[in-house]
């Protein structure tokens, strides 16, 4: 591995480590109203493709980056849809209803 591969793997690391807050925000909250569904997407399907790419050139550091940042975008798109379907103040109405019960 030269150098130039290891500071793209760092690189592209770091830049994956700096989306995690993301997640942790989006969980915290309960809310994905400022997300689009639409833009997360089109990131994936951008790494989906670039992924086909990697595989037909077979390059190993290529693929991994390239799932590393589909299993970003997946986890993004899942919890977004995920909280549109139950939003943070269903899930509070929801605990007050079964501590009264």
């Known amino acids: 591995m030269n150098t130039i591969e290891i ?3 760092v690189g592209v690391m770091v ?3 700096a989306g ?3 997640i942790i925000q989006l969980v915290k909250s309960k809310a994905s109203d400022e997300f689009s569904v ?3 997407g ?3 399907v951008t790494q989906c493709s670039s992924l086909v790419y990697a595989i037909s050139i077979s390059n190993a550091i290529l693929v991994g980056v390239n799932l590393a940042w ?3 975008y997946l986890i ?3 919890l977004i849809l995920w909280y549109r379907r139950r939003p943070a103040y269903e899930l509070v109405v929801l605990d007050e ?3 009264q019960s």
Do not use: D, G, K, N
């Open 76 to 78: 993004m798109i899942s």
């Open 42 to 44: 089109m990131w994936l």
């Open 38 to 40: 639409p833009t997360w």
């Open 97 to 99: 209803q079964e501590t």
């Open 15 to 17: 830049a994956i480590c």
């Open 20 to 22: 995690l807050p993301q």
């Open 7 to 9: 500071i793209y793997i």
């Open 70 to 72: 589909m299993s970003f």
